[in-house]
Structure formats: structure tokens, C-alpha cells
């Protein structure tokens, strides 16, 4: 294969909602650089991209799937990517080593909830975009319609290089930029290209003009130029509307039919003749604040965007070339775990199907197997450079779920797996929680745990159980309360002897220090679990030696630690040592320990004690005419709404709500709003449980 440098390989990725046409469209691609025969189809399961089983029994994609084209000059990848946001993880990679993305909307719908969700991404990558209206055949399409949501979406930088038209009965598209129609056969093949029909003229014309105003405003010789002619050749535009792309302040709109092929030939031409090489793109800067310039004499720097087990082949590597040059059996040094690891094959890949090529030049994209200990995200350089590619800030964790395996001899196996997801998908996160005794698998959907438990059960033989994780509460004081206890054991040989006097109070950060007491020494604990113990010793004339004051408050942290009320972790709670009693001969460390903790359980006790839940900020993103279902099922959660944006035609609902009324409320929001309203969250705080709530849980507990 022919080697491409950085100013010829371009890297395109396809996203856009699900079901849009993204496959059909990365399969009429293949087909017509030459490299497909025959084209597959989603119903016929056979497209290149959709390789794997999951995919084809779902018609829908779920991984990125790197695929390679020759075009003329240049060496085009093209990059088909899933369009439900579950499989959000697998486009943020891809738009972080794509050079120009085209995003594809289906002329059904226009623009979707899903195609806001990746503008979103668009905006934070800011890559050059181009849309492409899909599905212009179908008798639902609407070009207008759809053209105007994106004009709603992304504002007047979109501009409408082409339009459907039929003309005798057959499907036509008008170009502005070439000035011509595409008259195409029913029965495929290369499309006639006609004069713009007197009919046409004039909006084409109209259109043409505005194209050329857009490309001349991004750079300031083509604006003189267009001063002094009246015009620019399509030459001139082509740099304009490429300047434009560059700068995200034009995005150009297309259109085609991917299932019949119409027009797919000539977008690839545009992306072949205008959208930016990987060298045009600005240069990244590294974590170490250095320039990533990608050029092929530059250091080698490879940034590992996905990784992917094929149990067949074990671990896939995918990277980008940043800089460079990658042979094979070079050794380059992985900057986070500082092993040296050998590339000894190097892919290019289209789909399953791997072809080997003996070196990789800057802005390409490519593959290796069996690398050591390389995970998505890591950044692989020639040993001796110290640098190292900012990673891809994946989404946080919209799902939790509790997973055991149900046989219980594959649990060791199943959380080695799920470590192995992990390595791969970085939105799947497995935690062992300590406190609730479960291991936790938060991921971004049910239909992203649905793939990762078919992967687990299809490819690895293991059936997993998925429940609803505990709830880790926290216990805490009310009210300040004083008790005493004396520890005494004597039988035979040494005995056991110490007493303790406390008083607790809630603690709370900036509270002043407590009064009435000859504070000797303070201690802060942050506790591990959240929250603070804040230890005073407060012994007078000696009656405990400072000595043991280490083994009273291990004895406090111990019953904080079991939590007297729930077995929660309890926080926020200040002890004053403040009287007791020792004795010469049997006091010792354990005595004390046990001492204090029998007291300071008791004043725990008796001190009004509350459970705190954790409490999560939630965003919810929502259509306006879908608010009233949203908010109506807010209010049965218990929630707190905190505020309300707006946001066009979608409203933000800010509001505050119980974790353990969280539970499977991706689904639930989805089937109220089918689909079309999204959500984040996180940890907020720990606050306190109702008391009809907290009742039952204290009933659990006994
Ligand atoms: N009529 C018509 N149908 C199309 C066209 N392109 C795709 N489809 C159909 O739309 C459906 C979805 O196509 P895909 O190519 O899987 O869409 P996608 O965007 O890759 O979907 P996800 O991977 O799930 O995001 C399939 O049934 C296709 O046959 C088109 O140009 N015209
Ligand atoms: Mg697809």
C-alpha cells in the first residue's frame, strides 16, 4: 500500500443520531473508492462496519469501527460510529483523533435529540463539521425541514452547498459549488451530470452567492478578491469554505441517499478536494504544555484512542500517529506506565479485516496487536522522549449496578473481565465498594450493561446478575450527649482497667471550639468515608495519661466506622475527653479502647442520632412540551427542584434527589420522554433521611 504523509490522510468520522444512515453511508463510501464489490446492508447483517455478532442481531452499531479509503490523493479512514448515546464513550474517542466529522441527519427527522447530544461533543472538540442529509429517497424525507433544524442547531454558519430536486421522475441533487445536477439511475451507477435547468437557476445562483460571501468572510484575500471581481471560482471557495471549517464558523450541508447510493461519490470528492488534512489542524498541546506538531520528521508519539479484546486475537490496539513515524517492531515507551512496548504487527483495519503495512506516517491511523499493559488513552513514544497526550475526558456514569456472578466460582474470573471492559471502555467503571460489600458497575445506559452482559455471557461463558446496588447512608448526632464507662477485668494474672468519660457533639465545619473544657490537644480525623471526627482531650489533673489517648480515639473511629444505628458509616462529630480514671497496674491500650467505644457508642445513642442518604445534582435536558411528565415524576422521587433554564426549545431542569430514588431512571426518563430528553448527575452531598424512611431502614436493620 502506498505511503500517505500528513497532508494527505485525512480522517473522517461519521456520527449523528442513531439509525441515521451512518453505516449505510461509511459501506457506500467503501464501495465507491473502489474497495467493495458488492455493498452490504443493515438488514442483510453483511456491512463492513457492523462486524460484530451484537451489532448485526441488533441492526445498530456499538463500537467505532475504523475503515480505510484510497481517494485519488489521498488516504481518507473513515471512522463509523454508534449513534445512541449509551455508546457515547466510543464517539467522544473518535472525535478526539477525527480530523473533520460528518454529521449525518436523517431527512426524516432533521435534527434529533440524539444529533444535539453530539453537537454538544462538537462544540467541546471543535473539529471541522460537515452535515449530510440522509435518506432524501425516502418518501417521509423533508430537505427543507431538516435543513432548517440545522439551521436551528448550529445558527447561520450553515451553509447549503446542495439540494434534492426531482427531475423526469428521477432523483436529482443541485450543487452550488460545482454548479451542475446529478441526475441519477434508478438502477445505480455514476450519476449524469446536467446544467443547472432555467427553473433551478435562480435559487442556485441565490445560493451559490450566499456560499461565496460565507467562504470569502474567513480569510482576508479571498475577501479582496471577492471586493475586486464580484465573485471567487470554485478554486477560491474551496479554500474559503475549508478556512471556514477550520475556524468552526461554517459548516457546510449536503446531502444524499446512502441506500441507493446518490451522492456519496461526490461527497467524498468535497472531502477529498476540501475538508482539512490531518496537518491543517492546529497543534495539541501536550499535559507537559509541549506543541504536538503532526509531521512525519517529527518525534514518533502515538495516542492510543480504543482498545478492543478479540477473544480470537487478544487485545487490539488502536492509535493515531501524532507525530512521526511508527515501523514496524519499533519499541516506544507507554508515558503512563513507562514500559517499553514492541509494535511487532501494524494494521491498518477496515472493519474485521486486518492488512499489515510495514510503517504508519503522522495524522494516520492504525493498529497493533498484543501490546503488554497499553490502554485506551495512553500515549506510546520513542524511548527518550517525555511526553504525553492529554487523555479523552469520558462522560461520568449514568447507571449503578450491584454484580455477582451466578455461578460463584466464575466471580474471580467475572471481575477480571469487567477490570479488562474497563481497560477498554473507559465509561465502564467496575469498583469493589468496601462499605457496601458489592462490586459496583456503573456505565452509561441499560443497552450499554445489555451489551456488556451479552459480551460477558457470548464471548467469555459467564452469566452475571446485575441488582440494584445498597445505599451507602451515613449516620451522624442531633444533639450533644455525655456518658462514662469503666472498663475492669480481673481474673487472674494481669487485669484490665480503664474508664472513660466523653461527651459528643455534632460537628460542623466551621464550628467554634467547645467551651467549658481545658482543651489539652486536638485532633482532626478526615474520615476516609467523608466527614470529620474531631477529637479534644480535655483531661485534667492526669487522671489519663496522654499516652492512651491514641487507643480512645482508635476505639471511638471503630464503633464510627461499624455505625451504631444502621451499620453506616457515622461523620460529623466532635468528642471531648474530658474525665476517667486509671489504674497503675492493669491499664493498658485495649482497656481504653474498649472503654471509649462502649461509651461514645452510648452517647451515640443517646444523641438523637439521624441517617444521612446521599443526595445527587441532576440535570435533566427536556423537549418543553415534555416538562409536565418530567416533573411530575421528579416529585415522586422525593427531589428538590433547584432551578430552570432554558435552553431554545429544550428546558434544564436543575434538581437535587435522593440516590435511592435514582434507581433505573435512565430507562424510566427515556420511556417518558421516548428518548428525546437526556440527563447528568453526580454526587452532591449527604443529607438527612426522612424520618418514615429512616424508620424502615432502622426496621432492616434489626
Ligand atoms: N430509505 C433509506 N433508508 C436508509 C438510508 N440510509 C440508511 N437507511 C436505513 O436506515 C436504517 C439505519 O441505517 P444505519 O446505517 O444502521 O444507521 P446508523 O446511523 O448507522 O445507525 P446506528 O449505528 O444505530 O446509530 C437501516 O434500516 C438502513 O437501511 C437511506 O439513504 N435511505
Ligand atoms: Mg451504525
Redesign the pocket.
Given at each position: 500500500m502506498k505511503i500517505y504523509d500528513e497532508k494527505h490522510i485525512k480522517n473522517i468520522a461519521?456520527v449523528?443520531?442513531?439509525?441515521?444512515?451512518?453505516?449505510?453511508?461509511?459501506?457506500t463510501m467503501l464501495f465507491e473508492a473502489g474497495l467493495l464489490n458488492r455493498r452490504g446492508?443493515?438488514?442483510d447483517k453483511n456491512?463492513v462496519?457492523?462486524y460484530h455478532q451484537i451489532?448485526q442481531e441488533?441492526?445498530?452499531?456499538?463500537y467505532a469501527t475504523p475503515l480505510h479509503t484510497e481517494w485519488r490523493n489521498y488516504k481518507i479512514n473513515i471512522i463509523?460510529?454508534?449513534?445512541?448515546d449509551d455508546f457515547i464513550g466510543e464517539i467522544a474517542s473518535t472525535m478526539r483523533v477525527a480530523d473533520s466529522l460528518v454529521t449525518?441527519i436523517?431527512?426524516q427527522q432533521g435534527v434529533e435529540v440524539?444529533t444535539e447530544i453530539i453537537w454538544e461533543y462538537i462544540n467541546r472538540f471543535s473539529r471541522p463539521t460537515l452535515f449530510v442529509i440522509?435518506?432524501?429517497?425516502?418518501p417521509q424525507?423533508n430537505f427543507d425541514k431538516s435543513y432548517q433544524s440545522i439551521v436551528d442547531l448550529v445558527g447561520s454558519n450553515a451553509v447549503k452547498i446542495q439540494y434534492p430536486i426531482i427531475i423526469d421522475g428521477a432523483q436529482c441533487i443541485v450543487d452550488v459549488l460545482k454548479m451542475k445536477v446529478y441526475k441519477f439511475k434508478p438502477e445505480g451507477g455514476k450519476p449524469e451530470k446536467l446544467e443547472i435547468p432555467e427553473d433551478q437557476k435562480e435559487m442556485a445562483d441565490y445560493l451559490q452567492n450566499e456560499l461565496i460571501e460565507k467562504a470569502a468572510e474567513n480569510d482576508e484575500e479571498l475577501m479582496e478578491l471577492y471586493f475586486d471581481k464580484g465573485t471567487l471560482n470554485e478554486d477560491e471557495m474551496r479554500l474559503g469554505i475549508q478556512k471556514g471549517m477550520l475556524n468552526n464558523e461554517l459548516f457546510p450541508v449536503f446531502c444524499?441517499?446512502?441506500?441507493?447510493d446518490?451522492g456519496s461519490g461526490r461527497l467524498m470528492g468535497f472531502i477529498d478536494n476540501v475538508a482539512p488534512a490531518a496537518a491543517d489542524l492546529k497543534p495539541e498541546q501536550s499535559v507537559e504544555g509541549e506543541e504536538i506538531v503532526c509531521k512525519s520528521d517529527g518525534p514518533t508519539i502515538l495516542f492510543v484512542f480504543k482498545t478492543f479484546h478479540e477473544p480470537s486475537l487478544g487485545q487490539i490496539t488502536f492509535f493515531k500517529v501524532k507525530s512521526g513515524e511508527v515501523k514496524q517492531n519499533d519499541r516506544l515507551k507507554n508515558s503512563r506506565t513507562n514500559e517499553v512496548e514492541s509494535l511487532n504487527q501494524l494494521f491498518i483495519m477496515d472493519g474485521k479485516k486486518r492488512h499489515a503495512v510495514e510503517k504508519l506516517t503522522a495524522g494516520d491511523i492504525g493498529a497493533t496487536l498484543k501490546l503488554k499493559s497499553t490502554e485506551t488513552n495512553d500515549t506510546l513514544h520513542a524511548v527518550g522522549e517525555e511526553i504525553t497526550v492529554k487523555p479523552i475526558v469520558f462522560p461520568a456514569a449514568r447507571i449503578r449496578k450491584a454484580v455477582t456472578a451466578v455461578n460463584k466460582k466464575d466471580e474471580e474470573k467475572l471481575n477480571e473481565i469487567l477490570k479488562k471492559f474497563h481497560s477498554q471502555d473507559p465509561t465502564v467503571v467496575v469498583k469493589y465498594s468496601k462499605e457496601l460489600k458489592q462490586v459496583i458497575l456503573s456505565c452509561q445506559g441499560e443497552l450499554h450493561l445489555a451489551t456488556i452482559d451479552w459480551a460477558l455471557q457470548n464471548l467469555y461463558g459467564i452469566k452475571a446478575q446485575f441488582d440494584q446496588p445498597k445505599i451507602a447512608y451515613r449516620e451522624t448526632i442531633q444533639r450533644p450527649a455525655t456518658k462514662s464507662y469503666k472498663h475492669k477485668k480481673q481474673s487472674g494474672g494481669a487485669g484490665q482497667f480503664g474508664e472513660v468519660h466523653l461527651k459528643i457533639e455534632p460537628w460542623y465545619e466551621g464550628i467554634p471550639d467547645p467551651e467549658g473544657f481545658n482543651i489539652r490537644g486536638t485532633e482532626i480525623e478526615e474520615l476516609t468515608w467523608g466527614g470529620k471526627l474531631v477529637f479534644y482531650n480535655c483531661i485534667t489533673g492526669g487522671v489519663i495519661d496522654t499516652r492512651y489517648m491514641g487507643a480512645i480515639m482508635k476505639g471511638i473511629l471503630e464503633v464510627m466506622e461499624e455505625g451504631p444505628l444502621t451499620g453506616s458509616y457515622a461523620r460529623d462529630i466532635r468528642v471531648m475527653i474530658f474525665d476517667g480514671k486509671m489504674h497503675s497496674v492493669d491499664s493498658n491500650d485495649i482497656s481504653f479502647k474498649i472503654a471509649a467505644a462502649h461509651a461514645f457508642k452510648a452517647a451515640f445513642l443517646d444523641a438523637k442520632p439521624k441517617l444521612m442518604e446521599p443526595v445527587h445534582n441532576l440535570e435533566v435536558r427536556v423537549p418543553e412540551d415534555l416538562m409536565g411528565n418530567v416533573m411530575t415524576d421528579l416529585q415522586s422521587r422525593r427531589s428538590i427542584i433547584m432551578g430552570m433554564d432554558s435552553d431554545g426549545n429544550h428546558q434544564i431542569i436543575k434538581a437535587k434527589v435522593p440516590l435511592a430514588e435514582m434507581y433505573r431512571y435512565s430507562t424510566s426518563l427515556r420511556s417518558q420522554t421516548q428518548g428525546r430528553a437526556t440527563f447528568k448527575t453526580e454526587f452532591a452531598s449527604f443529607e438527612p433521611v426522612p424520618q418514615n424512611v429512616q424508620k424502615e431502614l432502622i426496621k432492616k436493620e434489626d
Amino acid at each position: 500500500m502506498k505511503i500517505y504523509d500528513e497532508k494527505h490522510i485525512k480522517n473522517i468520522a461519521l456520527v449523528g443520531a442513531h439509525n441515521s444512515g451512518k453505516t449505510t453511508l461509511a459501506e457506500t463510501m467503501l464501495f465507491e473508492a473502489g474497495l467493495l464489490n458488492r455493498r452490504g446492508s443493515i438488514e442483510d447483517k453483511n456491512t463492513v462496519a457492523d462486524y460484530h455478532q451484537i451489532e448485526q442481531e441488533r441492526e445498530s452499531s456499538i463500537y467505532a469501527t475504523p475503515l480505510h479509503t484510497e481517494w485519488r490523493n489521498y488516504k481518507i479512514n473513515i471512522i463509523d460510529t454508534p449513534g445512541l448515546d449509551d455508546f457515547i464513550g466510543e464517539i467522544a474517542s473518535t472525535m478526539r483523533v477525527a480530523d473533520s466529522l460528518v454529521t449525518v441527519i436523517n431527512a426524516q427527522q432533521g435534527v434529533e435529540v440524539g444529533t444535539e447530544i453530539i453537537w454538544e461533543y462538537i462544540n467541546r472538540f471543535s473539529r471541522p463539521t460537515l452535515f449530510v442529509i440522509n435518506q432524501i429517497d425516502h418518501p417521509q424525507a423533508n430537505f427543507d425541514k431538516s435543513y432548517q433544524s440545522i439551521v436551528d442547531l448550529v445558527g447561520s454558519n450553515a451553509v447549503k452547498i446542495q439540494y434534492p430536486i426531482i427531475i423526469d421522475g428521477a432523483q436529482c441533487i443541485v450543487d452550488v459549488l460545482k454548479m451542475k445536477v446529478y441526475k441519477f439511475k434508478p438502477e445505480g451507477g455514476k450519476p449524469e451530470k446536467l446544467e443547472i435547468p432555467e427553473d433551478q437557476k435562480e435559487m442556485a445562483d441565490y445560493l451559490q452567492n450566499e456560499l461565496i460571501e460565507k467562504a470569502a468572510e474567513n480569510d482576508e484575500e479571498l475577501m479582496e478578491l471577492y471586493f475586486d471581481k464580484g465573485t471567487l471560482n470554485e478554486d477560491e471557495m474551496r479554500l474559503g469554505i475549508q478556512k471556514g471549517m477550520l475556524n468552526n464558523e461554517l459548516f457546510p450541508v449536503f446531502c444524499v441517499s446512502a441506500l441507493n447510493d446518490m451522492g456519496s461519490g461526490r461527497l467524498m470528492g468535497f472531502i477529498d478536494n476540501v475538508a482539512p488534512a490531518a496537518a491543517d489542524l492546529k497543534p495539541e498541546q501536550s499535559v507537559e504544555g509541549e506543541e504536538i506538531v503532526c509531521k512525519s520528521d517529527g518525534p514518533t508519539i502515538l495516542f492510543v484512542f480504543k482498545t478492543f479484546h478479540e477473544p480470537s486475537l487478544g487485545q487490539i490496539t488502536f492509535f493515531k500517529v501524532k507525530s512521526g513515524e511508527v515501523k514496524q517492531n519499533d519499541r516506544l515507551k507507554n508515558s503512563r506506565t513507562n514500559e517499553v512496548e514492541s509494535l511487532n504487527q501494524l494494521f491498518i483495519m477496515d472493519g474485521k479485516k486486518r492488512h499489515a503495512v510495514e510503517k504508519l506516517t503522522a495524522g494516520d491511523i492504525g493498529a497493533t496487536l498484543k501490546l503488554k499493559s497499553t490502554e485506551t488513552n495512553d500515549t506510546l513514544h520513542a524511548v527518550g522522549e517525555e511526553i504525553t497526550v492529554k487523555p479523552i475526558v469520558f462522560p461520568a456514569a449514568r447507571i449503578r449496578k450491584a454484580v455477582t456472578a451466578v455461578n460463584k466460582k466464575d466471580e474471580e474470573k467475572l471481575n477480571e473481565i469487567l477490570k479488562k471492559f474497563h481497560s477498554q471502555d473507559p465509561t465502564v467503571v467496575v469498583k469493589y465498594s468496601k462499605e457496601l460489600k458489592q462490586v459496583i458497575l456503573s456505565c452509561q445506559g441499560e443497552l450499554h450493561l445489555a451489551t456488556i452482559d451479552w459480551a460477558l455471557q457470548n464471548l467469555y461463558g459467564i452469566k452475571a446478575q446485575f441488582d440494584q446496588p445498597k445505599i451507602a447512608y451515613r449516620e451522624t448526632i442531633q444533639r450533644p450527649a455525655t456518658k462514662s464507662y469503666k472498663h475492669k477485668k480481673q481474673s487472674g494474672g494481669a487485669g484490665q482497667f480503664g474508664e472513660v468519660h466523653l461527651k459528643i457533639e455534632p460537628w460542623y465545619e466551621g464550628i467554634p471550639d467547645p467551651e467549658g473544657f481545658n482543651i489539652r490537644g486536638t485532633e482532626i480525623e478526615e474520615l476516609t468515608w467523608g466527614g470529620k471526627l474531631v477529637f479534644y482531650n480535655c483531661i485534667t489533673g492526669g487522671v489519663i495519661d496522654t499516652r492512651y489517648m491514641g487507643a480512645i480515639m482508635k476505639g471511638i473511629l471503630e464503633v464510627m466506622e461499624e455505625g451504631p444505628l444502621t451499620g453506616s458509616y457515622a461523620r460529623d462529630i466532635r468528642v471531648m475527653i474530658f474525665d476517667g480514671k486509671m489504674h497503675s497496674v492493669d491499664s493498658n491500650d485495649i482497656s481504653f479502647k474498649i472503654a471509649a467505644a462502649h461509651a461514645f457508642k452510648a452517647a451515640f445513642l443517646d444523641a438523637k442520632p439521624k441517617l444521612m442518604e446521599p443526595v445527587h445534582n441532576l440535570e435533566v435536558r427536556v423537549p418543553e412540551d415534555l416538562m409536565g411528565n418530567v416533573m411530575t415524576d421528579l416529585q415522586s422521587r422525593r427531589s428538590i427542584i433547584m432551578g430552570m433554564d432554558s435552553d431554545g426549545n429544550h428546558q434544564i431542569i436543575k434538581a437535587k434527589v435522593p440516590l435511592a430514588e435514582m434507581y433505573r431512571y435512565s430507562t424510566s426518563l427515556r420511556s417518558q420522554t421516548q428518548g428525546r430528553a437526556t440527563f447528568k448527575t453526580e454526587f452532591a452531598s449527604f443529607e438527612p433521611v426522612p424520618q418514615n424512611v429512616q424508620k424502615e431502614l432502622i426496621k432492616k436493620e434489626d
